[in-house]
């Protein structure tokens, strides 16, 4: 096995932390014309170093991801608070940042509303994944910003609907200070992670989230909607999957979070109920609040449709089957090999985890462990396993750690 890597030791958390209240140059103006875009690109251009950035959305309440503010600092440049309902394209901003890097804390959160708006940047530091591979319990910015630099960061507008406008004072007080010292977290943690001979990692990490595609869309994401596992049979899993429908295509219209516009629970009890009637419908309980009686009417005709549909189109009771293994519970019978080969790899994981502080998912994604004891042909070694594990997305220093113990796992004699 390899030689372990120490962690870096934990600060002194004894002392309180200092409020972060205001940053240390004020809280500049919301730039929202393209005059005050124009200037904030020229001062961003002449700035040095890298860029600390964040955005905020409105999840809960818009329908989407969509970012409506984005925040920036650079040395030499200060704190660019930038309205994106007012300026959706930003990319001469992007431009004007060149190839610098881009610091982000969860960057993973943050790219995909950044490329809506035009933003690619040419390189990424991620704190949230480099306290991870640091092996820290708590990972949060306000944890991470309180551990390493002794302030209280408050989170308490972290939940807001970002899209409101105008943008109450103290919001744009809290935006600022998530960028305010992102750029000095970056430079303990690049530190703490070189000390451990873990910021190749890191660096392979961070180009991997900077490259990551869009996620592919979900099978039946209508089999998502919560307490939908009480609904047994197929004419009322239809009820569930047109209403879903219905309300999406309503919750996109009106650009609004489909939790708003019908609740979960009103979906499943239709589906129980299976009402033959808008009389049955509002009878409902969940369906007899002032707003989602109003739209009766309308969530009946999708109920309609899904009562009308012949047995051919009813959709199954299952979840179609992905193309990874089946449920583990059926391993031991189905293919007591491969069930050998997941008991013996998951102790090396388990292994691997303690000896080098890592996460076991930021180690290796536990469906390519999964997939690779499962699809294993008997043969093939440790290069069998290189290959794969590559073919699945793992980063190198993940296959270099973790190859060398499957392929022992996987020769181990079944049952030993």
Known sequence: MTEPIEASPIEDETAPAIPLTVPADGVPP????PEALAAACAAFAAGTGPVA?????????????????????????GIALIDTAALPDLGAFSEALGDAEWVFHA????????????????????????????????VGLAAVVERELGFALAKEHSAQDWSTRPLPHDWLVYAALDVEVLLDLRERLGSHLEA????????????AVRLAPPAEPRIDPWRRTSG??????????????????????????????????LRDQAIVAAALARPTSLEQLVAVREFQSKG???????????VAEAMAL????????????GDGPPQQRIWRDKRPEAYARLMAARGRIIALVELHS???????????????????????????????????????????????????????????
């Not at 950035?53 to 440049?77: I, N, V, W």
């Not at 960057?107 to 991870?132: H, I, K, N, Y």
């Not at 012949?310 to 089957?321: H, K, N, V, Y």
């Open 358 to 416: 890592v996460p076991a998912e930021n180690l290796l994604q536990p469906d390519a462990l999964r997939r690779a004891c499962w699809e294993y042909p008997g043969g093939g070694g440790e290069q069998w396993i290189r290959d794969f594990l590559a073919g699945r997305g793992a980063r190198q220093w993940q296959i270099d750690l973790t190859a060398p113990e499957l392929a022992a796992a996987f020769a181990e004699p079944a049952g030993s």
């Open 292 to 302: 989602t009686r109003r739209r009766a009417s309308q969530w009946y005709v999708a």
């Open 53 to 77: 950035a964040d955005a905020e959305r409105a999840s809960g309440f818009r329908y989407g991801q969509s970012t409506y503010l984005a925040q920036f600092k650079r040395a030499g440049a």
């Open 196 to 207: 451990a001979g873990k910021l190749e990692w890191a660096e392979q990490e961070f180009e």
């Open 107 to 138: 960057a993973s959160q943050d790219l995909p509303g950044m490329r809506e708006l035009g933003m690619t940047p040419a390189r990424v530091f991620d704190t949230e994944l480099g306290a991870r591979l640091l092996g820290w319990p708590k």
């Open 228 to 261: 939908s596992h009480l609904v047994r049979d197929q004419r009322s899993l239809a009820i569930v999957r047109s209403l879903w429908e219905a309300r999406e295509a309503e919750a996109h219209r009106r650009d609004t979070s489909p939790g708003r516009v």
């Open 30 to 33: 919301l730039i929202d014309t």
């Open 310 to 321: 012949p047995d051919a189109e009813l959709p199954a009771r299952r979840a179609p089957q």
